[in-house]
């Protein structure tokens, strides 16, 4: 029989690749669905710094979320990826999704964009994901 | 992929003291353990305890583990209710739970 996977372990916290073996973010949190008779459904994975920063403090992971929906509403959101697209875990996790393809790296570039290219030299170097 | 309102995560249940019915702490939820059934994965047994703690640290600890108390138990979905993650209990008694087996 095979051996049930250890959630905190071999998930939580561990860097993500995705198909094309990028660095797509951590596992910054698992997200469970409970069910009346059923055992808890491992949804998705999440990439999002206010989930990181919830673990520290609720009240600071909230502010960093409300700092986030003031500074680009648009962008505000986490990253989800769902479980069935988890190939392996354990050092890493690999997933079989392209992370451009996810809004894993909106907030990297809206920082580069915002703030790093308006530095002397910070210009072309080009964006994740394009 | 949206959020739904009835969710829990694994960071929410993590290290929090599992009671049983007379409120006499069990041990802390230190690990989830997750099986594949069918596309979906389901969270199948929770692990408390020293015990639990010093695997998930991958600490080889040669069966030693302060105190006489067993120092982990296994249990499965169904034994602990997580309809309060704050403060997560046992269905069982605790003599249903099987004892962490010590490496």
């Known amino acids: 029989m095979v051996e049930p ?9 561990k860097q993500i690749y995705d198909a094309n073996d990028v660095r797509v973010g951590k596992v910054d949190g698992v997200v469970l669905l409970p069910r009346q008779g059923r055992p808890p459904r491992v949804l998705a994975i999440e990439i999002s710094m206010p989930t990181a920063w919830r673990r520290v403090s609720t009240r600071l992971g909230d502010w960093i979320e409300r700092l986030q929906q003031r500074l680009a509403p648009d962008l505000a959101g986490p990253t989800r990826i769902r479980f069935e697209h ?21 907030w990297e570039n809206w920082i580069k964009k915002t703030f790093v290219e308006k ?4 210009k072309g170097s080009g964006e994740k994901g394009e | 992929m949206a959020k739904r309102a009835n969710e829990l995560r694994v960071e929410q249940l993590l290290g929090r003291r599992v009671r049983d019915a007379a409120g006499t702490v069990v041990g802390r939820l230190e690990e989830l353990r997750a099986r594949r059934n069918g596309d979906a ?24 583990v302060p105190g006489n108390r067993p120092a982990g138990y296994r249990a499965r979905w169904d034994q602990i209710d997580i309809s309060d993650p704050a403060h997560p209990r046992l269905t069982v008694p605790l003599e249903e739970l099987s004892v962490m087996r010590r490496r």
């Open chain 1, 5 to 13: 996977l250890p959630l905190v372990r071999d998930v939580l916290d």
């Open chain 1, 86 to 106: 988890v190939v392996h875990t354990g050092i890493d996790v690999n997933v079989d999704i392209d992370g451009t393809k996810t809004n894993a790296y909106v």
């Open chain 1, 119 to 122: 530095l002397p030299g910070g």
């Open chain 2, 41 to 64: 994965w389901e969270v199948t047994e929770f692990d408390l305890g020293r015990t639990a703690l010093l695997e998930r640290l991958a600490i080889r600890h040669f069966g030693w």
